[in-house]
């Protein structure tokens, strides 16, 4: 093909709309490539590790962010409290409770501290669900925590089979209490040192 003969009209109003066109395709597509970039960005930030997570569940960036998006509007929805302080007061107590019978029974513990969770989360408004819903519904507001009460609860079916070590079952009761402190609102107390 010789492109020397070609005759184009620059002036002509067919070029101009052509370009215009192309121009305006080009801009439209950048900014759904920003708006995406942005999403996932905010995302990842958001969600973290459980960002990662749900990429390799979904094996698809827009069925994760979906998921993800999705999460977020169904704990949105719902009526989440803050526990009163008698509420507070009546868990940590169960929950003492439970760790104290570790020692002796540590499966029936691991098992006691799962069902704990789970009724904080209902006592501050989550819906009774499988696992699978409140670990989502976790991830949400405490997608640093999410991994490690997954773990927990693959310790605790693993238990309920008579599978699980006492340091697995040690290490699941240390993921339900850094939960439930969290959900609780419970900080660790900081202990100040003098200085020499």
Request: charged residues 25%.
């Amino acid at each position: 093909m010789n492109f020397n003969n070609l005759n184009i009209n620059y002036q002509s109003p067919v070029f101009i709309i052509g370009v215009v066109v192309l121009l305006a395709i080009a801009v439209i597509v950048a900014v759904i490539v920003d708006r995406r970039r942005k999403t996932s960005l905010r995302l990842r930030n958001r969600f973290g590790a459980e960002y990662d997570y749900c990429l390799r569940e979904h094996k698809a960036r827009d069925k994760a962010e979906a998921d993800l998006e999705g999460r977020i509007q169904r704990v949105n929805q719902l009526k989440i409290r803050e526990l009163t302080g008698s509420e507070r007061a009546r868990l940590v107590a169960e929950w003492d409770s439970v760790q104290s019978r570790f020692i002796d029974h540590p499966r029936g513990a691991v098992t006691e501290a799962d069902e704990l969770v789970n009724a904080v989360m209902q006592t501050q408004g989550f819906p009774a669900s499988g696992f699978v819903q409140r670990a989502a519904d976790i991830s949400v507001h405490h997608a640093h925590l999410v991994d490690s009460y997954r773990t927990a609860h693959e310790i605790t079916v693993s238990a309920a089979n008579n599978e699980a070590t006492t340091e697995e079952l040690r290490t699941a009761m240390i993921h339900y209490r850094a939960l439930f402190d969290e959900l609780l609102q419970i900080k660790a107390p900081v202990v100040h040192r003098q200085v020499a």
